[in-house]
């Protein structure tokens, strides 16, 4: 996550989704480094301790129908958030508007939970907010250059201090590599899934 896609600020407070994948608890642990305040969700109570311990403040998992809104109410009291990164998508992003505080800016990342997603455009209008999507597979070789440099730049300092840490969940062989797309799509993994090769 650069602190330019989301217009990231200081203060500003974070609702991730999938907490505890790889790429949320890196989110978490980089928004906290550009002094946010973050929340989260995910499956699961294993999931949201190690979101925790990356830095979330609070999370929840999935639950009826308005209880992102409900939980992100309590925990920014009723203002909502200034920034979500929604690694998920479908119903998640359906219920992810009603939590945006005003001028809020939602970032879409990913659509395991589904590619669509039916919104209250009265909420996105009156609250002013902010829909990016963004991905870096489609974008021209120039894009994706430029993305990887500020990558390099910008995170590759804070993992290489520590301040920034990758979990792993697993390793496995390229030989094995069915085992490790079955490991995935059970959706127990807490963090990443690591490939190694010869």
């Known amino acids: ?3 330019s896609q989301a217009g ?3 203060g500003d407070t974070v609702l991730v989704h999938a907490a505890g994948s790889g790429v949320g608890l890196a989110a978490i642990q980089i928004a906290r480094g550009l002094g946010a305040r973050v929340f989260g969700t995910a499956r699961g109570a294993a999931k949201l301790d190690e979101a925790r311990r990356a830095g979330m403040e609070d999370g929840a998992a999935p639950g009826d129908r308005g209880w992102v809104a409900e939980r992100v109410r309590e ?3 009723g203002r909502g958030v200034d920034v979500a990164l929604d690694l998920v998508g479908g119903d998640y992003t359906r219920e992810t508007i009603p939590a ?3 001028r809020g800016r939602l970032v879409l990342i990913g659509t395991l939970a589904g590619t669509e997603a039916t919104i209250d455009l009265r909420a996105v209008l009156s609250r002013r907010l902010t829909i990016r999507g963004t991905v870096l597979r489609s974008r021209p070789l120039e894009e994706r250059i430029a993305v990887t440099t500020a990558f390099a730049r910008e995170v590759m300092p804070w ?3 520590g301040a920034v840490t990758v979990r792993i969940d697993a390793r496995f062989s390229l ?3 069915g ?3 079955e490991l995935l799509e059970s959706n127990v993994t807490i963090g990443k899934v690591a490939v190694t090769f010869p």
């Open 1 to 3: 996550m650069r602190s």
């Open 8 to 10: 990231l600020r200081p």
């Open 75 to 77: 925990w920014t009291g």
């Open 100 to 102: 945006m505080a005003p």
């Open 159 to 161: 993992i290489t201090s």
């Open 175 to 177: 030989s094995d590599l």
């Open 179 to 181: 085992q490790a797309h």
